[in-house]
């Protein structure tokens, strides 16, 4: 029970990881329409100006601070200058967008000299350490993922359910036509949600940074927010939160009793039984709606 245990925990660790990357990635589908393939270079892109802004001289905290600030006006930038001259037109042209933006971000990172194509590691305050309650054994480095983003969840439901800003992206996410009538700016809410999800990018890159090795294919990861937006429902913010941390419990047990190459295939295991029995997700509202 001891190793299960050690096993569930480690899994919401990584879970929450998921988690993160997916609710980036729903909050901008939510406002937006627009599906975001790029989340995951997001997030890598946090964990690299993380590291560099620590070589550089800067406490951890600072460096946490600076890299989410960072990406939150890059991500602003990006919806301004290149995906908002796209609005409108059909989808698969948006899609294929985000995909070179991923592919660019990948390609100029490794042409970075300090950088470039190998791996690097963050340093933080709390290297080696680990918690114990009784026979059960937690890392520092995973608490803090998941106190982390217990935190963030927390801030979330304050900011959408009591500032104007977070009235504003709930209503756009409902009806944006409605939204615009009763004056809500949707180019600068456009520009908010996708300031809002590349910061939310860099806090899950800087979380997993200490857990590996931050590296160009980081950015992989983002493929397994999909399967987690996907079990939770990808139209809801708790359900990627749920999904992805169901996921990682997945994944985390089949690595250990499963055959090796086991845990590369049960995200889509899951996603497949899920889509079978439910597919409109887990929190997903099925409730049909009127055209």
């Known amino acids: 029970m001891i190793e299960f245990v050690q096993l569930v925990l480690g899994g919401v660790a990584v879970g929450c990881v998921y988690a993160l990357v997916a609710l980036g990635i729903v909050l901008v589908y939510k406002a937006t329409e627009t599906v975001n393939f790029a989340q995951g270079e997001l997030m890598m892109l946090g964990a690299f100006l993380a590291v560099a802004l620590t070589s550089a001289g800067l406490p951890y905290w600072a460096a946490f601070a600076a890299a989410v600030v960072l990406m939150a006006l890059a991500g602003a930038a990006l919806e301004r200058v290149v995906l908002r001259p796209v609005l409108g037109r059909p989808q698969f042209a948006i899609v294929m967008l985000t995909l070179g933006i991923g592919l660019m971000a990948r390609g100029l990172v490794a042409a970075v000299p300090e950088w470039g194509a190998q791996t690097h590691s963050l340093e933080t305050p709390f290297a080696g350490a680990s918690l114990h309650a009784g026979e059960l054994t937690l890392s520092a480095d995973h608490a803090m993922v998941i106190a ?59 979380l997993l940074a200490p857990i590996t090795f931050v590296h160009t294919n980081m950015g992989l990861i983002g493929l397994k927010a999909f399967p987690a937006a996907v079990i939770g429902g990808f139209g809801s913010l708790p359900g990627a939160l749920a999904g992805g941390i169901v996921l990682g419990v997945v994944e985390s047990a089949a690595g250990f009793y499963l055959p090796e190459g086991a845990k590369d295939v049960a995200a889509w295991v899951v996603v497949l039984l899920v889509l079978m029995l439910r597919p409109a997700g887990m929190f997903a509202d099925a409730a049909p709606r009127r055209v």
């Open 148 to 206: 982390t983003t217990a935190v963030l969840c927390g801030a979330l439901t304050l900011f959408f359910h009591g500032t104007r800003l977070g009235l504003a992206m709930r209503a756009a996410s409902q009806n944006q036509l409605g939204a615009c009538y009763m004056g809500v700016s949707l180019a600068r809410l456009h520009s908010a949600v996708w300031a809002l999800s590349a910061a939310i990018a860099a806090i899950a890159g800087v």
